[in-house]
T-cell receptor, first 113, second 110 residues
Framework: EAGVVQSPRYKIIEKKQPVAFWCNPI?????LYWYLQNLGQGPELLIR????????DSQLPKDRFSAERLKGVDSTLKIQPAELGDSAVYLC???????????FGNGTRLTVT | EDKVVQSPLSLVVHEGDTVTLNCSYE??????LLWYKQEKKAPTFLFML????IEKKSGRLSSILDKKELFSILNITATQTGDSAVYLC??????????FGQGTTLQVKP
């Protein structure tokens, strides 16, 4: 089966610019996660979807971050405006249900200059 | 507050050595504990542990969970340079939330 697909693989932007990341989960996986991973740290959850509903967005900085999963399949994570501290790897993951292992995409490495 | 703590944070061994990585947790509504291996890119799934005392094994890797003492270990025997990676422990709650530890960076020298 095809894995979780993320794009772009790398992104370099200047601070205060907007940026968007895209994720296509494994076919049939209802649950989709966005994680942020800083260097030397474990991934931290930003938002979790079950189908098109955001069931946990408590860690999402809503003043600048937004996400959507309109048709319950692929998802977009946006940052506007980006800050220097947003430089990190943004990982998308999916699972078939809430009790199953998560499968991760390769991530988008964001550098804000 | 839910948390997952891994130790050691980093480890350097030589090929052929055996290593044990530790993971302790404090999580409400525990469902399962997962181990992932992360090289340059995506974390790849290794094991999911749900029951205490039952060892899961895959080749030279094995893992076990102790739900009474709230910890898990990941063993790697006869290490190879290809085992060099960050090993992540994560705990899955009943709500579907997955919380990660900070990872253990393993370097295996030839």
């Amino acid at each position: 089966e095809a894995g979780v697909v993320q794009s772009p693989r790398y992104k370099i932007i200047e601070k205060k610019q907007p940026v968007a990341f895209w994720c296509n989960p494994i076919s049939g996986h209802n649950t989709l996660y966005w994680y942020l991973q800083n260097l030397g740290q474990g991934p931290e959850l930003l938002i979790r979807y079950e189908n098109e509903e955001a069931v946990d967005d408590s860690q999402l900085p809503k003043d600048r971050f937004s996400a959507e999963r309109l048709k319950g399949v692929d998802s977009t994570l946006k940052i506007q405006p980006a800050e220097l501290g947003d430089s990190a790897v943004y990982l998308c993951a999916s699972s078939s249900n809430r009790g199953s292992p998560l499968h991760f995409g390769n991530g988008t490495r964001l550098t804000v200059t | 507050e839910d948390k997952v703590v891994q130790s050691p944070l980093s480890l350097v061994v030589h090929e052929g050595d055996t290593v044990t990585l530790n993971c302790s947790y404090e999580v409400t509504n525990f469902r399962s504990l997962l181990w992932y291996k992360q090289e340059k890119k995506a974390p790849t799934f290794l094991f999911m542990l749900t029951s205490s005392g039952i060892e899961k094994k895959s080749g030279r890797l094995s893992s076990i969970l102790d739900k009474k003492e709230l910890f898990s270990i990941l063993n790697i025997t006869a290490t190879q340079t290809g085992d060099s990676a960050v090993y992540l422990c994560a705990v899955l709650g009943n709500t579907g939330k997955l919380i990660f530890g900070q990872g253990t960076t393993l370097q295996v020298k030839p």
